[in-house]
Each structure stands twice: as structure tokens, then as C-alpha cells.
């Protein structure tokens, strides 16, 4: 069965998660976490693509990647042949050293990338390692706090947090100590994905009125109110988002109403058009 293909694009951010076959030990050592660091940076060097985080545990991975020029896929097949076959000739192993495929999600949007920063940083206390964040010597964090950052673009990660690189910083430093005051939150890229689909109906509700010449306003859409104008635009925006394949949770959300109201409004459009 072939693989299925990913959607990667120029500027998006990715969170990048690999394991080692069987949950096995595939960065035991100091100097395999070195090894591993030190050849994806020189992919980078050579290719194009910057490095914006990471953290490396004994049997895992993970690195939050911007893609440029260089596809991820590319990038990642040197990284685990590359380390693989370091890791096979160090240990006198065969098979495989990494699980079947590794996992790309897609980090769309900042809320989202700050979770996920918080998430990776985390990553040493939830597992027992250290206490503090500061106390793990193979995370972004300590490559960062150092201001002579060896492997991560500090100045490009501080540029998408905050637009300027000192106000990223003080952005970062909140996320942070934040984070610390409750390390053990997972990550869940759902929960995100659905806000933001939320926020982009919003939008698209706003541009309707517009193209509508309605003097309505969005919050009078989402109010509650009952009148036969707000309830028509209510009823058409929600067949609209449908028929583009939005979720009847999303646009509920995102007018405000019941599941059910938004579910017999596009079952009845649905009806009609037979």
C-alpha cells in the first residue's frame, strides 16, 4: 500500500515527532543527542529550512521546523538515514531504528505554536527527568536562555512570536514560566485546529455581511435574537459553510446556536434541492 502523501508548504511551521522501532533507546547517550543535532543542522546549512525548537528524549524526538525552500520530506529522509546509519554501525545493529514513519502536524496558527512550545519544553519534567526546565541540557530552551543559540534561529522563532525579536523574547519567557506552573498539560492539535475554524468562520460571517449590504454586525448574529432577517442570514451563512464542508459543530460555534438548529437547516436545504 503506498504512503500518503503530505501537504507540505513553503513557510508553514511543522511539529515534528519521530520514535525509535519497539519504543527503543535510539538517543541513549550525549553524544548520539550531538550526533543527531549536529547533522540536522548541517542539512539545514546545506539545504534551506530553519530549526525553531526542539527536544531530544531517550527513545523520541521532537523538532519544530519552518519549511523554506527544501521540502520537509527531504529534509527528514537525510536526517533518519543519515542518524540511522550512525546509529546501526555505533551499536552493531540491524532492521530498523525508527518507527515506520514519522509524524508531521501542521502548526497553524500562534496559539497553537505557543502550546506546542510549552509542550516541548515540558517535555524533561512530565518524563521525570529534570524539575526545571533550565535543568535539561538537550532542549531548545537551554540553546535559547544561552543567547548564543547553536542549533535553534532564536531571532526567527522571536520574529513569529512577537513580530519584533524583544518582544518575542519576553513573549517566550511568559510562555515559559507558565508553562512550568503546570507542566503536565497535554497537547491536543484538535482542540486548535477547531478554534480556528471557528475564528475563519467569523471572518467569513463579517465578509457576508458585507456582501450582503447587511447592517447587521456579527455579534448581533451571534446574540441570540430572533428576528426574521438575522434568523435568514443565520440560516444562509450556515448552508454556505456547509456546502464548503465545515462541520455543523464549527458553524454552530461560530454563529452561536445549537448543533441541532444548524443540523435542520442544512438537512432542510438538502431536501429542497432534491
Given at each position: 500500500m503506498s504512503k500518503k502523501s503530505r501537504n507540505f508548504k513553503t513557510g508553514g511551521i511543522y511539529h515534528i515527532t519521530h520514535r525509535g522501532h519497539n519504543h527503543q533507546y535510539i538517543l541513549a547517550d550525549d553524544i548520539d543527542k550531538a550526533i543527531l543535532l549536529d547533522k540536522l543542522k548541517k542539512i539545514l546549512i546545506e539545504h534551506s529550512g530553519q530549526l525553531l525548537y526542539f527536544v531530544l528524549m531517550n527513545n523520541h524526538y521532537h523538532i519544530l521546523l519552518e519549511m523554506q525552500e527544501t521540502p520537509v520530506d527531504l529534509i527528514m529522509h537525510r536526517l533518519n538515514t543519515g542518524y540511522g546509519r550512525y546509529y546501526s554501525l555505533k551499536y552493531k545493529t540491524t532492521g530498523a531504528?525508527?518507527?515506520?514513519?514519522?509524524?508531521?502536524?501542521?502548526?497553524?496558527?500562534?496559539?497553537?505554536?505557543?502550546?506546542?512550545?510549552?509542550?516541548?519544553?515540558?517535555?524533561?519534567?512530565?518524563?521525570?527527568?529534570?524539575?526545571?526546565?533550565?535543568?535539561?541540557?538537550?532542549?531548545?530552551?537551554?540553546?535559547?536562555?544561552?543567547?548564543?543559540?547553536?542549533?535553534?534561529?532564536?531571532?526567527?522563532?522571536?520574529?513569529?512570536?512577537?513580530?519584533?525579536?524583544?518582544?518575542?523574547?519576553?513573549?517566550?519567557?511568559?510562555?515559559?514560566?507558565?508553562?512550568?506552573?503546570?507542566?503536565?498539560?497535554?497537547?491536543?492539535?484538535?482542540?486548535y485546529q477547531f478554534k480556528r475554524k471557528i475564528n475563519i468562520l467569523e471572518n467569513q460571517l463579517a465578509a457576508y455581511l458585507e456582501s450582503i449590504s447587511s447592517p447587521a454586525m456579527v455579534e448581533q448574529i451571534q446574540s441570540g435574537k430572533r428576528t426574521p432577517s438575522i434568523v435568514k442570514i443565520r440560516q444562509d451563512f450556515a448552508r454556505n459553510a456547509h456546502a464548503q464542508g465545515y462541520s455543523v459543530n464549527a458553524i454552530a460555534a461560530a454563529l452561536k446556536v445549537s448543533p441541532r438548529s444548524v443540523r435542520y437547516w442544512c438537512t432542510e436545504a438538502d431536501e429542497n434541492n432534491r
Open positions: 531504528v525508527f518507527e515506520n514513519r514519522y509524524h508531521a502536524q501542521e502548526v497553524d496558527g500562534l496559539k497553537y505554536l505557543h502550546a506546542v512550545i510549552q509542550y516541548l519544553a515540558m517535555n524533561p519534567i512530565r518524563a521525570g527527568l529534570n524539575e526545571k526546565v533550565t535543568d535539561y541540557r538537550w532542549s531548545a530552551h537551554l540553546d535559547i536562555a544561552q543567547k548564543r543559540p547553536v542549533y535553534v534561529n532564536s531571532q526567527r522563532l522571536f520574529e513569529i512570536l512577537g513580530g519584533a525579536p524583544e518582544k518575542g523574547r519576553l513573549i517566550y519567557q511568559d510562555l515559559i514560566q507558565r508553562a512550568q506552573k503546570d507542566p503536565t498539560k497535554k497537547l491536543d492539535p484538535r482542540e
